[in-house]
């Protein structure tokens, strides 16, 4: 089609040349002739990334230090002002993720409320409760808000997938979770260099203090920034023009299933993701990446202060350069996945690389080799970043999604609760027994994440020859009407 010409909305009328006053006209766009409208879909897609994607992450990034600052406060002087003996610190850690997973249920919040409220709501609560921590005397006191801020936080981060669902076709949407989830790993960086940093300082309130302060009121300030400035959808998207809002819902619609945030959460569909046993796998998996993921940046820290060449404020700022390179990977790797339109083979792939990485961690001494280990440690961040997109996509309509989601963060947030407590101070300075377990969550998910590879290939397969090939694309370009969210044209990303 000329570029310069806009197609009919119905067949049988007349090509018209647009003019200035045209082209702000709404006309319906279906995602077929949205193919036809690519400069303009970029257009819009731009837009949404601009609006959306830079406070999304900043709020992940600040609800991921806001719950691993424990690990940096500890070296700060927490353990000399509170009572943390025994197996204290580890309860700390271990009771937000009890609370996390008990919590993981209200992702749907998502889908049953406005987005803006949910996320406003959530981003306030948590930095209350974070920016409260300083002013606690005792373990209990501690104890309780760790309770708080681990039901609050699982009602924003495990959810944001399913809300970027509404915005983008599942083939744009997976770099877009990937920069979110990196948020996870820039956190623990620019956190290590900030505590580095106020461990230096000397005031009247200790340094501990002072980071669980300037690390919990930005979240609160955001919150309210977040209420006026997230859309809940695209129909609501008031800073597009209507010739662009008519542009986006058409992009939300190649997301398979209902139109984005205008329908509620359908129960028949929900318990359908509940029955699917393609919902489960990716838990298994979740669970093993979390072992290392909940626990890393609690004590990697203290792991590098243990390596007896470094002080205690070199340990925070050199626990910073891991989480870098993850950043930049999980980034790469989420814009690759989506070209290639692969999720399993990475998720697989990066469990491999950090069971590595914790291989070198546990049968090696040297301060050089082991800190090394901890760069591919990390990466077990990139499985996390591809796990979340992949279960949107092994689902074909919103409430589906919500409920895969649910189980995936139910699963695999108990994780956590094993990844945290199996760094015990007796075990110092080389805590073998945390390494090979965390080694061990890592081989769950390359094993985890190639049988479901191979099983959604199998099923793919099966579908082509019952129902027959869908051309690429088209699996995504409709809505489905079924009561369970099943559709003979819906294919599995693998």
């Not at 877009?176 to 956190?191: E, I, K, P, Q, T």
């Not at 203090?209 to 920034?225: D, N």
């Not at 929900?270 to 890393?296: E, K, Q, T």
């Not at 070209?339 to 491999?352: E, M, Q, S, Y």
Request: aromatic share 14%.
């Amino acid at each position: 089609m000329d570029e310069k010409r806009i197609e009919a909305t119905h067949p049988g009328e007349p090509e018209v040349a647009p003019t200035p006053d045209s082209r702000d006209i709404p006309i319906e766009i279906s995602p077929d002739k949205l193919e036809s409208l690519q400069k303009e879909k970029n257009a819009v897609i731009r837009k949404l990334d601009w609006r959306l994607m830079p406070l999304i992450f900043v709020l992940y990034s600040l609800s991921v230090l806001d719950r691993s600052n424990l690990g940096n406060a500890r070296l700060a002087g927490l353990v000399q002002d509170i009572d943390l003996t025994g197996r204290r610190y580890d309860w700390l850690a271990t009771v937000f993720y009890i609370a996390y997973i008990l919590s993981q249920w209200m992702t749907i919040g998502w889908k049953a409320f406005k987005p803006h409220h949910w996320a406003a709501f959530a981003v306030f609560v948590w930095g209350f409760v974070s920016t409260i921590q300083a002013a606690v005397t005792s373990w209990a006191g501690l104890m309780t808000c760790r309770v708080f801020l681990g039901i609050i936080e699982a009602c924003y981060g495990p959810g944001v997938p399913l809300y970027l669902s509404y915005f983008y076709p599942r083939e744009r949407l997976g770099f877009r979770v990937g920069f979110f989830l990196s948020g996870s790993a820039l956190a623990n960086a620019y956190g290590g260099a900030l505590a580095y940093g106020i461990s230096q300082a000397r005031g009247s309130i200790a340094p501990w203090q002072i980071l669980f302060i300037v690390e919990g009121v930005p979240t609160c300030v955001l919150a309210v920034f977040a209420f006026f400035w997230l859309p809940d959808s695209p129909e609501t998207c008031t800073f597009l023009s209507e010739r662009e809002r008519e542009i986006a819902i058409a992009i939300s619609q190649q997301q398979p299933g209902d139109r984005s945030g205008k329908k509620g959460l359908d129960s028949k569909q929900l318990l359908a993701s509940l029955m699917d046993p393609r919902s489960y796998l990716p838990g298994l998996c979740y669970f093993g990446a979390n072992i290392c993921f909940a626990s890393l940046p609690l004590f990697v820290p203290t792991i590098i202060s243990q390596m007896g060449a470094f002080t205690s404020i070199q340990s925070q700022g050199l626990s910073a350069p891991p989480y870098l390179l993850t950043f930049f990977v999980i980034c790469f790797i989420a814009w690759v996945s989506d070209k290639v339109n692969f999720r399993g083979p990475f998720v697989a792939g990066f469990g491999l690389v950090g069971a590595v990485g914790y291989i070198i961690l546990g049968t090696t001494t040297g301060v050089g080799p082991r800190y090394f280990g901890l760069f591919l440690a990390a990466m077990i961040f990139t499985s996390v970043a591809q796990l979340l997109v992949w279960v949107g996509n092994t689902h074909a309509t919103d409430s589906k999604r919500a409920g895969g989601l649910a189980i995936l963060a139910t699963f695999g947030q108990c994780g956590p609760v094993l990844g945290t407590n199996v760094f015990p101070t007796t075990d110092a300075p080389y805590y073998r027994k945390g390494m090979w377990v965390s080694c061990g969550g890592c081989l769950i998910v390359f094993v985890c994440g190639t049988i479901q590879s191979i099983c959604l290939y199998l099923e793919n397969r099966h579908l082509d020859k019952k129902y027959g090939k869908v051309e690429k694309g088209a699996a995504q370009h409709f809505e489905v009407t079924t009561k369970d969210g099943t559709d003979p044209r819906f294919r599995y990303v693998i």
